[in-house]
């Protein structure tokens, strides 16, 4: 199905005397990389994680509308929450957790938070696999695959992330965000904490996976060469919006 992946129009998301988000709209599209950029404050990682219908802030959402076009184009997920504070929020994360993983993936901005220390790669791999909307006929060779393709050996499924560098952190916890073949992937500035050469390698392979998946990337970043560099559409926030007295 052509057409957009996820469309959001709108959105406004205010904490108590204070606008977080005003009027924000972006849309991600199969095999392109649309690009969320603006200063600390702006509201980009809250802008990424309403795309996914996790809003924790009350009073929450008080205006917009969230679409997955190729789900249900006319269905707005936001229609019953708008102005209804945590409790609906609530009730939508229940909702939609059924999309999380199979439809749309999160990739946190540090690779430590995207993996579980505790647990082997190939554990949290296979996983992730499972949350695939078709398993596969094997997760070994499936998780094999999937560490060939960013560029990690076999032998990194027994490792913890704990004995894995800064990079391979990286090329692991990319490898899970596109385990359960999900059409759309938002990467929370990837870049953090990795080297300009570093940086450039593991955005060009996230784009390069995501692209080879017909995935569509939403990505948060604050390096402007990486933006003119790879995104198709760019949305800008302005700085954070001032506070305000309570409505």
């Known amino acids: 199905m052509s057409g957009p992946l996820v469309v959001v129009e709108g959105l406004s998301i205010r904490a108590p005397g204070r606008m977080l988000i005003e009027d924000v709209g972006l849309a991600v599209h199969p095999r392109r990389v649309t690009a969320l950029v603006g200063p600390s404050g702006a509201g980009k990682s809250l802008t990424a994680r309403a795309c996914m219908a996790v809003l924790d802030v009350d009073p929450g959402i008080v205006a917009g509308s969230l679409r997955y076009p190729q789900l249900d184009r006319d269905r707005d997920w936001f229609a019953d929450v708008v102005g209804k504070g945590m409790r609906a929020q609530r009730r939508l994360l229940r909702r939609t957790r059924h999309l999380r993983g199979a439809y749309v993936t999160y990739s946190p901005q ?69 385990a359960p073949l999900p059409r759309m992937v938002i990467a929370d500035e990837p870049e953090t904490g990795l080297d300009p050469v570093l940086r450039r390698a593991v955005i060009e392979l996230l784009v390069e996976v995501t692209r080879s998946h017909g995935a569509g990337l939403l990505l948060i970043s604050h390096h402007e060469s990486t933006v003119d560099r790879i995104a198709d559409e760019v949305v800008r926030l302005p700085g954070a919006p001032a506070a305000r007295g309570a409505a």
């Open 110 to 178: 540090a690779a430590s938070s995207a993996l579980n220390p505790g647990r082997t790669v190939g554990r949290q791999l296979q996983l992730a696999v499972r949350r695939r909307q078709e398993p596969p006929a094997s997760e070994g060779r499936a998780i094999a695959e999937l560490l060939d393709e960013v560029g990690l050996s076999p032998d990194t499924a027994a490792a913890l992330p704990g004995e894995l560098s800064g990079g391979m952190a990286q090329r692991a916890a990319l490898a899970i965000a596109i």
